[in-house]
């Protein structure tokens, strides 16, 4: 593997079983136990395979800087710490977010199938990832279900109007599953675009998209440097821009105290600012069972719409208007039978990583030859 003069713009691709194998591989040899490398591998591949390549195997690098630092304590559990019931209250403790939501959801999906609805409030888990994730976890079980997320004590957006950072990119996560198809999944940062997805631009050397990022006097840059350069103290913008960049702020801010104060977790302000590689999340999720409505016609009422939305006349070089988790799907299609293209300074970094968790070259080469 070339250490220097990595050409930005060329990428590795691998087969997703190959890519799992290999995360597996690296998280066993940093002491995860076999469950939470299997967890941590599917999460990661499956953000891959939905095209999320920010929240996919380009997070193991500062996965593995923040274990290192005793910041992500492997082999932990989701700890229930109050049970209201409906209402769960469920400890992090700085574990895997893989493992950590995974159990939580778990919990979640037997209390919303025996009550018909469970609100959980997670805390200060690890970085718990794509969200999409989760939705899915509660969608194959039938169930609908919502996540306000925050990132907890990293911001990174400018409040509308504001020019200092003052909350995290607070994903909002919205399911609704379908009988025998894919559900829909609404999932996104309410940034104008994920932190991870300017992270992969500064990777690949390329600029951002304008009325993403604003520097550090509040001037539009379309500069990936203003948030991960040494030093570069810019803002991402809220979603929703210079028009209505106050529903993605406000959305934001809501994600903020509903996942950090209700959780019993935190919000983000100058006392619990994270300086390490820690990502911190709090996530409040509200899981329901949609047989517990008097709602018999709710797949045929859903799917008239859809089918009404869709036959919508289109702009010029759109070919289909998509419902939210089309493209994922239509991508994870794609990247099960192509693989999964990684840009090499991430691949570059992965194998660092690896290397750091304690695999020998030799281990490495078995995945870097396929
Ligand atoms: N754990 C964390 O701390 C954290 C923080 C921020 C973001 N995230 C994750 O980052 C991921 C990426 O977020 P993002 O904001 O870049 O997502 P994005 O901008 O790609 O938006 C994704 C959403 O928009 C829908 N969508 C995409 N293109 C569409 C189109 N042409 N028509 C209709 N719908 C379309 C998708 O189906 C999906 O629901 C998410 O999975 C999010 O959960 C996690």
């Known amino acids: 593997m070339p250490k220097h003069n990595i050409d930005p713009y060329s990428e590795v691709i691998i087969g997703m079983d190959a890519l799992r194998e290999f995360v597996v591989s690296i998280w066993q040899a940093a002491g995860s136990a076999s469950r939470e490398a299997a967890l941590v591998a599917d999460h990661l591949v499956e953000a891959n395979l939905a095209g999320h390549d920010s929240h996919g195997v380009g997070m193991i690098p500062r996965y593995m800087r923040a274990c290192r630092e005793g910041e992500l304590k492997l082999n932990s559990h989701a700890q229930l710490v109050r049970d209201a019931g409906a209402v769960l209250t469920i400890e992090g403790a700085r574990g895997f977010g893989q493992v950590i939501a ?26 718990i990832g794509r969200i999409g994730h989760w939705a899915e976890q509660c969608a194959r079980a039938g169930l609908v279900s919502f ?39 609404l999932d996104f940062a309410t940034s104008a675009v994920a932190a991870g ?28 440097g203003a948030l ?9 913008l809220a979603f929703g821009g210079a028009v209505a960049g106050h529903k993605g702020s406000g959305l934001a801010a809501m994600c903020e105290i509903f996942a950090g104060a209700l959780s019993g977790g935190f919000t983000s302000r100058t006392e619990t600012l994270v300086t390490s590689n820690a990502i911190v999340n709090c ?36 070919d289909e208007v998509l419902l939210p988790g089309e493209r994922e799907d239509a991508t ?6 192509t693989g999964v293209p990684i840009d090499m300074t991430s691949w570059a970094q992965i194998i660092d990583a690896a290397r750091a968790a304690g695999m020998t070259d030799a281990a490495i080469a078995q995945y870097e030859a396929r």
């Open 147 to 185: 996540h306000f997320v925050n990132v907890a004590g990293d911001p990174l957006v400018a409040p509308f109007g504001g020019i200092d950072r003052r909350f995290g990119t607070n994903p909002f996560c919205a399911a609704f599953p379908r009988e025998g198809r894919v559900p829909l999944v």
């Open 283 to 318: 996530m409040l999720s509200v899981i329901v069972d949609p047989a517990a409505f008097d709602a018999p016609d709710k797949d045929k009422e859903a799917d008239a719409f859809v089918h009404w939305l869709k036959a919508t006349r289109r702009v010029e070089g759109v």
């Open 228 to 236: 991960f350069s040494e030093g570069q103290h810019g803002a991402l």
């Open 332 to 337: 994870r299609r794609e990247r099960t039978e």
């Open 197 to 224: 997805k300017v992270r992969v631009a500064f990777n690949k050397g390329v600029e951002t998209p304008a009325g993403v990022l604003i520097d550090v006097d509040g001037r539009p840059t379309r500069d990936p």
């Open 102 to 127: 995974f159990e939580a959801m778990e919990r979640g999906i037997e209390r919303a199938r025996r009550l018909g609805v469970c609100a959980i409030g997670l805390r200060n888990a690890h970085h």
